[in-house]
């Protein structure tokens, strides 16, 4: 992939995503009177204005672009004519002021829960969570939990996909409580595993949570059946033919698929003997795996596919798909869900329960944006809904600067009933700026500490 791939989509994104936050705003801004003097996607200087509307609103793209604002008429920042008063923020009622600063977290939940929702109706192809033990078990193996296990439902919680799966564990993960997995097992028979997830720490997310439980996704034995060949490839020209089973690489016995291409990878240019059987009888031929470049890393390749498996993709995939209340349901619940988890792992952090590398910056954002976008679109769609989640629950930080402080100003002014002084709104914007660069700094040193580490 290249640097495009990464950044086309994270700009895509991050541009909805903030266009959709101001845009609440905006719209409750104009709904209670007030005037919007600018819209503008991004800080610093304008490379982009234009004026619309009855107000002449300037309509702008400016020149930093991880953020955006909506300036509205106010005393606190300039002369107000008479007449316009009525039409100025500082001049609105404590709950209109808290309406229009509210919108703009609610209109990242909103467009979560319109994309969920989207998704779950339409439908998508998605891995069954049917699971295997990996290299260290330990937990899912003292469960009792057999390759090819289907989970059906964790804590009478219904399970349809490995993604699901995912989630559903975590969530209880961050409880550290014992979960009852109702699975069917490959001879078809329906059963009860019990999964202790106290031993598991949520820490650095150096390693997937699920592979710390000792699960991976199954996948059907796949011998090392040549299917077909690439016309002119290294293995043609070697002298293999579709229909042979390649049995070892250079001494090394070939169980399967994977263990062919985890032998030939790191072969490039280099000749190796493939021991093959064909009709019954063994064969040896020197094979020269040729070069080919797979995420900016030189792989070798012979030039063979696989021989289709006898288990079909049925097994492996299945279509979720919800009816319309069913999904709105669903899309709500899972937006209510993550914020909730979001900010259980901001108390965790600030508790020191859980580690601040567990914290990511716009690089890390962007890798995800890339990654997703290349899986497809429904990939894409849930990495942008749960980003706008993410947007949505980081405004609501009661952190001056962010709409979460100024909603804790409003709330103390409704309860003392007046006003906080200015001087203090002052000193709480220059704290909460300092919190806000610190925190963006730790993000971006997390973003610099994976790229070095891999």
Known sequence: MSLLDYLIPFALALGLLILVHELGHYLVARWCGVKVLRFSIGFGKPLIVRRAGRDGTEWALAAFPLGGYVKMLDEREGTVAPAELHRAFNRQSVWRRFAIVAAGPLANFLLAIALY????????????????????????????????????????????????????????????????????????????????????????????????????????????????????????????????????????TIDGWTQLVEAVRPAAGRSVRVD??????????????????????????????????????????????????????????????????????????????????NLSGPVTIADYAGQTAQLGLSHYLKFVAMISISLGVLNLLPI???????????????????????????????????????????????DINRLISG
């Open 117 to 252: 929702w989207g998704m779950f109706v339409v439908g998508t192809d998605e891995l069954r969570p049917r699971v295997a033990l990996s290299e260290t078990p330990h937990i899912a193996a003292a469960a009792g939990i057999r390759d090819g296990d289907l989970v059906l439902a964790v804590d009478d919680e219904p399970v349809r996909s490995w993604q699901e799966l995912r989630w559903v564990l975590l969530k209880h993960a961050i409880d550290s409580r014992r979960v009852v997995l109702e699975v069917r097992t490959l001879e078809d028979v329906t059963t009860f595993r019990t999964l202790d997830l106290s031993a598991i720490a949520i820490d650095d997310g150096a390693k997937d949570l699920i592979l710390r439980i000792g699960l991976r996704p199954w996948r059907p034995h796949i011998p090392a059946l040549i299917g077909r060949l690439v016309e002119g490839g290294a293995a043609q020209r070697a002298g293999v033919q579709v229909g042979d089973l390649i049995t070892a690489i250079d001494g090394k």
């Open 400 to 446: 001056p600067v962010l709409d979460g402080g100024h909603l804790l100003y409003y709330v103390v002014e409704i309860i003392k009933g007046g006003p906080i002084p200015e001087r203090i709104m002052e000193i709480g914007q220059q704290i909460g700026l300092a919190l806000l660069v610190m925190l963006m700094a730790f993000a971006f040193y997390n």
């Open 276 to 357: 093959l059987t064909r009709n019954g009888i063994t064969h040896s031929l020197q094979i020269v795996p040729e070069a080919s470049t797979e995420n900016g890393e030189i792989v070798g390749r012979i030039g063979v596919g696989v021989s289709p498996p006898e288990i079909g993709s049925e097994t492996l995939f299945a279509e979720v798909r919800y009816g319309i209340l069913e999904g709105m349901t669903k899309a709500v619940r899972q937006t209510w869900e993550t914020s909730v988890l979001s900010l259980q792992m901001i108390g965790r952090m600030l508790l020191g329960e859980v580690s601040w590398k």
